[in-house]
Structure formats: C-alpha cells, structure tokens
C-alpha cells in the first residue's frame, strides 16, 4: 500500500524559506513522478513544482520560479518543496502526489497523479 506522508509545514514569516518533505512508502522511489500541489482557501488546487520519474526534469509554478525548487532523495524515499522568499500569498494547504511512470515528462495536471499525500498547512504571515 503507498502512502504518502508530509512534514515541515507551520507558520513562517515572509521573506523566510520553507521546506516541505514528502516520505513515501511502499513503491518503486525511482520510477515515480512526483509533484506538489497546493490549494488556498476559496481556490482551487494548484501545480507548484513537479519533477519526472526519468532525467529529474522540472516544471515550476510562474509565481514559484526562480524561488522554488523540488529535490528528490532516493536513498530515503524523500522528496522536498523548498520555497524561499515566501509571500502571504504561498499560505495554502500544500499535497504531494506521485504516480507510476518511465517517462522524463513532470506530471503537470492533478488527473495524472495516483497517490496523494493528506496535506499540509503552510501559512505565511506578513
């Protein structure tokens, strides 16, 4: 059974970073594509970063790029979301999802992930 578990949310000030872990449990780490989501109150869920299951490519978020990125442990079944200069309007509800593929394409719509994490408060105070 795959589960998918998040860590690192909470309360951070802006300007500050965050860094999200997202631990997985019983798939093959590295034939799976992963992302992250997140969904604000009122609005629907929205791509922040996703990174393929081959090649390690990317796809940001415009309003993440160039402050974002998504690194990926294989060694302990671990993926992160690392957002730095955070802005009031990163507070979300923040999902990780993956999904069993070989292909070197990240996974950009929520239809194509499989498994999905319970989510986790991210709130930034300004």
């Known amino acids: 059974q795959v589960q998918l578990v998040e860590s690192g949310g909470g309360l951070v000030q802006a300007g500050g970073s965050l860094r999200l872990s997202c631990t997985a449990s019983?798939?093959?780490?590295?034939?799976?594509?992963m992302g992250w989501f997140r969904q604000a109150p009122g609005k629907a869920r929205e791509l922040v970063a996703a990174?393929?299951?081959?090649?390690?490519?990317?796809k940001y978020i415009d309003s993440v790029k160039g402050r974002g990125t998504i690194p990926k442990d294989n060694t302990n079944y671990t993926w992160y979301l690392q957002i730095d200069t955070l802005h009031p309007d990163d507070t979300s509800v923040y999902y990780c999802?993956?999904?069993?593929?070989?292909?070197?394409?990240?996974?950009?719509?929520?239809?194509?992930?499989?498994?999905w994490g319970q989510g986790i408060q991210v709130t930034v105070s300004s």
């Open positions: 019983g798939l093959a780490f590295t034939t799976y594509a």
């Open positions: 999802a993956a999904v069993n593929t070989h292909s070197s394409l990240p996974v950009v719509m929520q239809i194509g992930y499989a498994f």
């Open positions: 990174i393929s299951a081959v090649g390690g490519r990317t």
